[in-house]
């Protein structure tokens, strides 16, 4: 996962440097409820410039950071994707 | 951010006096209808005096509505028109609109006659299970290539009865997860769509109705936005909404608060009125005190919610505007005595005036909303380090 995009989980999530958010994290756990992943989804299309397809707006894809960040990857052109 | 009247006109209007929104032009216009119409009458006049689109700076109606706009004519339809007829005016303005921009087809031909004040558009939102649990609405949406089926109902909905169109938030997928919901604009006519008023005498003309939706079948032009965006869509122009309720709130409540105090100075009471007794004047002075801590918190939270779409912000104000309501119209009702209880009088207002605590977020639920930041807005309320606080300057907190 791309660091800035972890940032901006952190942010959005307001937990603390010292909380692991791994790729399989569920965001549930993390704090994560219906309010927070409408501004997360917002906030992630702003900050991107990117669109997430109709097909990309389920449970699943906002269901952990590695599944939403795959969504969002896909969208970006491939030299702004952090391997 | 909204066009701001100029530095000539009222701090507090929306436009200035020689505008088409001030309130001297407003009052003109609603002069001219019958203190018995409807809100459909009165958004019929606004549309055709362009008002309605002044509302939305620059015809941006997707960006969402001048909350001080909306607000202004809220306050100047209060003053001639029913609880009702205004309220109708408000969540059409604030929120369908700002919606219905989103789609296209069939949407932006209900705009376009929405905008001219030739149709009313109704929200239908809230289902026949607890209106603070929209995650759990029933109203189901059947998605196929071409078109789709909506089957469910929706209750106690604002303009139900005079609309030409609904916009009906429903859920394509089982499961209360945000997104699972879409909006879609529905034909009031359509088959399958059977509207009755709802059973109330509060909200005379609301045309507050309960609707019906059975096998309603649509094309896919009729999805507004994308498909699961419904509650993000709802989410991003709640804001403006509840800041311009709050707004209408601040109006409806000093008004209580005038004809109270001209009621008081006017009842003989001993050798005085009853304005003259200590008690009174405390009660109402609570009550006073209460109006501008919220027009100050309106005019605070102004740019987080307008500028910043701050969802918590948006709560606050909202959860404020329902206490100080009904803080204040209590207060109106008791210090009016038997009066109050005349027809039309305070106890009837205090009765519809309740919406603010209920429609749109019921206090409890704002106040959860607010919460969840309780860190972050307690540190909003420190004092700024001393070194940057202008020693010439009043601390602006």
Redesign the interface.
Same mark, same amino acid.
């Given at each position: 996962m791309d660091s800035g995009f972890i940032d901006l989980l952190r942010r959005q999530l307001?937990v603390d440097a010292a909380t692991e958010i791994a790729a399989d994290s569920p965001l549930r756990d993390l704090g994560m409820?219906?309010?927070?992943?409408?501004?997360l989804?917002?906030t992630i299309e702003d900050t991107y410039g990117i669109?997430l397809p109709?097909s990309e707006?389920?449970?699943t894809v906002?269901g952990s950071p590695g599944s939403l960040w795959a969504a969002v990857a896909a969208q970006l052109p491939p030299e702004q994707v952090a391997r | 951010m909204p066009d701001r009247p100029p530095a000539t006109a009222p701090a507090r209007d929306g436009a200035p006096s020689s505008a088409p929104g001030s309130r001297g032009a407003l009052r003109r216009l609603f002069g001219g209808l019958p203190a018995t119409a409807s809100g459909r009458d009165l958004w019929a006049a606004l549309g055709e005096a362009g008002l309605i689109e002044w509302m939305y700076p620059d015809g941006a109606v997707a960006a969402g509505v001048a909350s001080e706009r909306l607000a202004h004519v809220l306050a100047a339809a209060g003053e001639r028109f029913s609880f009702g007829s205004t309220m109708s005016l408000c969540v059409q303005a604030a929120t369908t609109l700002p919606l219905l921009a989103g789609g296209s087809g069939p949407c932006e031909e209900a705009l376009r006659r929405a905008l001219a004040g030739q149709a009313v558009v109704a929200l239908a939102a809230t289902d026949t299970t607890a209106g603070s649990d929209l995650?759990s609405l029933r109203t189901e949406a059947r998605l196929g290539e071409r078109e789709a089926e909506l089957n469910g109902a929706k209750r106690w909905i604002n303009n139900a009865m005079a609309a030409e169109y609904l916009l009906v938030l429903a859920r394509h997928?089982p #499961?209360?997860?945000?997104?699972?919901f879409t909006w879609f604009l529905v034909p009031a006519d359509a088959p399958g769509v059977t509207v009755r008023p709802s059973d109330t005498v509060l909200f005379d003309g609301s045309d507050t109705g309960d609707i019906d939706l059975d096998g309603v079948r649509l094309g896919n032009e009729h999805i507004i936005g994308?498909? #699961?965006?419904g509650?993000?869509a709802f989410?991003?122009h709640i804001g403006p909404e509840r800041l311009a309720g709050a707004l209408w709130s601040v109006e409806l409540c000093r008004g209580a608060l005038d004809s109270t105090l001209r009621w008081l100075k006017n009842r003989p009471y001993g050798n005085g009125t009853l304005w003259d007794l200590e008690s009174v004047r405390q009660r109402f002075a609570k009550s006073l005190i209460a109006v501008h801590q919220l027009q100050g918190l309106c005019d605070r939270l102004r740019a987080r919610v307008v500028d910043g779409?701050d969802?918590t912000a948006a709560a606050m104000l909202k959860a404020a505007a329902g206490t100080t309501v009904n803080h204040v119209m209590e207060t109106c009702g008791q210090l009016q005595g038997s009066h109050g209880f005349s027809t039309g009088g305070v106890q009837q207002l205090r009765a519809q005036a309740a919406i603010f605590g209920i429609s749109g977020g019921a206090t409890e639920i704002v106040r959860s909303?607010v919460a969840?930041?309780a860190?972050?807005e307690l540190d909003r309320l420190r004092l700024p380090a001393e070194q940057d606080v202008p020693l010439s300057a009043p601390v602006a907190l």
């Open positions: 307001k409820d219906s309010m927070r992943s409408i501004e989804l917002f669109t109709d707006l389920n449970e906002f | 995650a997928r #499961g209360p997860h945000f997104t699972n994308r498909v #699961g965006m509650f993000a989410i991003r779409h969802n909303i969840e930041s860190q972050e």
